[in-house]
T-cell receptor, first 112, second 115 residues
Framework: QKEVEQNSGPLSVPEGAIASLNCTYS??????FFWYRQYSGKSPELIMS????GDKEDGRFTAQLNKASQYVSLLIRDSQPSDSATYLC????????????FGRGTQLTVWP | DTEVTQTPKHLVMGMTNKKSLKCEQH?????MYWYKQKAKKPPELMFV???????INESVPSRFSPECPNSSLLNLHLHALQPEDSALYLC??????????????FGPGTRLTVL
């Protein structure tokens, strides 16, 4: 059983704050990690991918990966109301033909 | 360009109807995927095509029939669906390379309602 767990949420932060989204996974051979943003009624949109331990920054988004702890996180700096969405953590295991294992998602609300 | 297109955007069908969902990508990707997503749940994998061959079928009922006519197109044929099949149907594609950086990009989805 390959499990991906996300902090249950919902998460509510004020505009301008840092939003921290967390994800843990059970399979030690997990290889690639993705964060998708999904607005209500829309499809998932890739916002970050990370493959190596450490931090990866892209604008206001920072992904952090710690394979020893089986933990990946997403930080959103200077949160904006437009960041309000559900964030899906997805994990890819190389032995499973590219299959993605999704967490249940964390709903984020950024209030003005 | 990371665009995957899907048609139609919305579909309402009766339980006796036959309809098809279509997906297209022009990114040169060799893997294409169908997912089903119910409200407040993550996407649930249905089928995977790799180099136009069906590589994963997640024990999906036979009333869903996938087809991959060529490397750019993916269809999902629907027949005798049930109301519980109402959901957002998502298509995705990826390069399908062994490297860890293979990334799936999703289309906008088809909102299906079965009456």
């Amino acid at each position: 059983q390959k499990e991906v767990e996300q902090n249950s949420g919902p998460l509510s932060v004020p505009e301008g704050a840092i939003a921290s989204l967390n994800c843990t996974y059970s399979d030690r051979v997990s290889q690639s990690f993705f964060w998708y943003r999904q607005y209500s009624g829309k499809s998932p949109e890739l916002i970050m991918s990370i493959y190596s331990n450490g931090d990866k920054e892209d604008g206001r988004f920072t992904a952090q990966l710690n394979k020893a702890s089986q933990y990946v996180s997403l930080l959103i700096r200077d949160s904006q109301p437009s960041d309000s969405a559900t964030y899906l953590c997805a994990v890819r295991i190389s032995s499973t033909l590219g299959r993605l294992y999704f967490g249940r998602g964390t709903q984020l609300t950024v209030w003005p | 360009d990371t665009e995957v297109t899907q048609t139609p955007k919305h579909l309402v069908m009766g339980m006796t109807n036959k309809k098809s969902l279509k997906c297209e990508q022009h990114m040169g990707h060799r893997a294409m995927y169908w997912y089903k997503q119910k409200a407040k749940k993550p996407p649930e994998l249905m089928f995977v095509y790799s180099y136009e061959k069906l590589s994963i079928n997640e024990s999906v009922p036979s009333r869903f029939s996938p087809e991959c006519p060529n490397s750019s197109l993916l269809n999902l044929h629907l027949h005798a669906l049930q109301p519980e099949d109402s959901a957002l149907y998502l298509c995705a594609s990826s390069q399908d390379r062994p490297a860890s950086t293979d990334t799936q990009y999703f289309g906008p989805g088809t909102r299906l309602t079965v009456l």
